[in-house]
């Protein structure tokens, strides 16, 4: 069974930098590329990133030139870079991972089989 375990959230002011990470065991589970959502109090669940197998990276529009997706396969590490940020990127940031072998970059919840329990990301103004 795959296992999802987030680390790197916390506060931070405006315009400044977290680095998420996100430690993956698949066991199993064929897991093809992996990904980060995030959900702020009261929103629907948001894709930010995703990366594919072969390196390739899709992100939201919002965060494109703030954020970076990247992964260490020797550590089945998942990162997230986030730059200059803003108080809008404030939510529960997700680890995610899928399976399918349909997937073309879409950052939709039905795409991703696997989720970590979350990592808080607080932005202030």
């Known amino acids: 069974q795959m296992k999802l375990v987030e680390s790197g959230g916390g506060s931070v002011e405006a315009g400044g930098s977290l680095r998420l990470s996100c430690a993956h065991w698949p066991g199993a589970s064929r897991v093809y590329y992996l990904g980060w959502f995030r959900q702020a109090p009261g929103m629907q669940r948001e894709g930010v990133a995703g990366i594919a197998t072969d390196g390739t990276t899709t992100y939201e529009d919002s965060v494109k030139g703030r954020f970076t997706i990247s992964k260490d396969v020797a550590k089945n590490t998942v990162y997230l870079q986030m730059d200059n940020l803003k108080p809008e990127d404030t939510g529960l940031y997700y680890c995610?991972?899928?399976?399918?072998?349909?997937?073309?970059?879409?950052?939709?919840?039905?795409?991703?089989?696997?989720w970590g329990q979350g990592t808080q990301v607080t932005v202030s103004s």
């Open positions: 995610v991972a899928g399976g399918s072998t349909r997937w073309e970059g879409q950052l939709s919840p039905p795409w991703f089989n696997y």
